[in-house]
């Protein structure tokens, strides 16, 4: 089954999205909600391709390379640091006042002309953007590498290591702390249903039609609310073979193209040969914003939320 990578389907689909309106987190006040550290103390954090990455001092000037590290470090309270973000950055709305740096190829020369003290990379371009990286490296400039995921758990982790790196630790704290009981909410929520829904999720339209399997976030989504992918037994980001949606007979179907494919819905009610599919019958086609169930960031809580409602609205639609 041919497959594609997570990172290449977000830059795919952020491409064509707008700016979404967002509020930053007020900065604290002086002294408030910040760690002491001692003077001769640097700041130590082991990235995802296992180098410790060490600071002297709190990062000023930090450079993002994907729209999910920007979304967290807004949410630390961190906006006024961030000095760059690529061409993809559309959230929160201030993201897109930033200079832009390129997108997956990545401006070497415009990075270092910012003067940053921390470039926050991502693993799943840490390979084909080596050089570009060792360049910045050579410079002087700290990079750190952020674990590519698809466990919500681990963007805890992801978080927390943002957090220490910036000496935003109980910022983090705080915000994987609600996250974590959001999301408890919801689960207990679901607990509620007594009949699991069959839910199949395309997160590309024809002709190359996408959907997502078992280790992917949308699926962990799906088994938080007490849903099942109709096309769990198939692994990540899949190209879907038409019979197979058609024999699962999902009794609900999630498009997350639809912010810039207003026809979306209309494009599944009228496939070819899907009219028989119980979700078509029934008209229980909706659509969720991509961002919210692709970003590695505090927005996945809004993503689960956005499903939930889709799949149980009884339930969850309040």
Known sequence: MKKISSLLIIFMLAVVFSAACGNEPGKQNAGEGTEERAVDESI???DALGDEVSLDSEPERIISLIPSNTEILFELGLGEEVAGVTDFDNYPEEAASKEKIGGMEFNVEKIISLN???VLAHESTAVSANEGLDQLRDSGINVFVIRDTQKINEVYTIIEN???LTVKTKEADQLVSSMKNDLHELKTKAEKIGQKKNVYVEVAPAPDIYSTGNNTF????LELINAENALKDQEGWIAVNQEE???ANPDVIITTYGYYNDKSKEQVMNRAGWEEINAVKNEQVYDVHSELV??????????VEEIAKSVYPEIFAE
């Open 294 to 303: 692709t970003r590695t960031g505090p927005r996945l809580v809004e993503g």
């Open 116 to 118: 940053p003290d921390l």
């Open 162 to 164: 943002i957090g220490k």
């Open 44 to 46: 130590k954090v082991k």
């Open 245 to 247: 949606v058609i024999a």
């Open 218 to 221: 949308i699926n962990e989504m």
